[in-house]
């Protein structure tokens, strides 16, 4: 299940941030948020709104995209966002400086998990119920009949390593977006170098 909620600035109540959450938590969460969302939320303060809760993961992304079109990025000239993708699935429309190019491959090269938490990992994961759907999409991907497993680049994995060390998400949710195996996830987080699938 998942939430979607809006961040909106104290002094006037415009929309500044359009975010998705597995729990209601997040949407009240300032870690993990982007510099521009700092300044406005510094400046300004912030008030939550969670505008959907208890839906799927995957109606949350469709939520998000529609959202973020509907009111603009501030960085592409279109709205008031400060939102750095269209939302989404991975990284669509994301514009990246080369510093923060360089700051992401600092922070994923050589960076593995410990055992305690791998086995977190697998606690939180076991007895979690899947809809019919994601356990067939999930089902596809294990087989390999995908042709995205061909298909990750460099971009994609130093993503998917930031998806994993800055967010909420799961390996399990990563594997779910990018239609590639959980384990695979796995050795891509935990790998210092990564040869294209």
Excluded: C
């Amino acid at each position: 299940m998942a939430v979607v909620y809006l961040h909106k600035r104290k002094d006037n109540n415009e929309i500044f941030y359009v975010g998705i959450g597995k729990t209601k938590y997040r949407a009240n969460q300032k870690i993990n948020r982007n510099k521009h969302w700092y300044s406005v939320v510094n400046k300004y303060g912030y008030i939550v709104e969670i505008i959907y809760k208890d839906i799927s993961y995957e109606d949350a992304l469709e939520i998000e995209v529609q959202l973020i079109k509907k009111y603009g990025r501030k960085d592409l000239g279109l709205g008031n966002l400060v939102n750095k993708t269209d939302g989404g699935e991975g990284n669509k429309n994301r514009i990246l400086s080369e510093k923060d190019k360089n700051r992401l491959r600092t922070i994923n090269i050589g960076k593995t998990l410990s055992e305690s938490h791998k086995k977190s990992i697998g606690d939180s994961l076991r007895g979690k119920k899947l809809s019919s759907q994601t356990r067939k999409k999930m089902s596809i991907s294990h087989s390999g009949e995908n042709s995205q497993n061909n298909k990750l680049s460099n971009d994609d994995v130093l993503e998917i390593r930031r998806l994993y060390s800055q967010t909420n998400i799961t390996q399990k949710e990563i594997g779910y977006l990018y239609s590639i195996r959980q384990d695979t996830v796995s050795k891509i987080i935990n790998r210092k170098r990564w040869k294209h699938i």
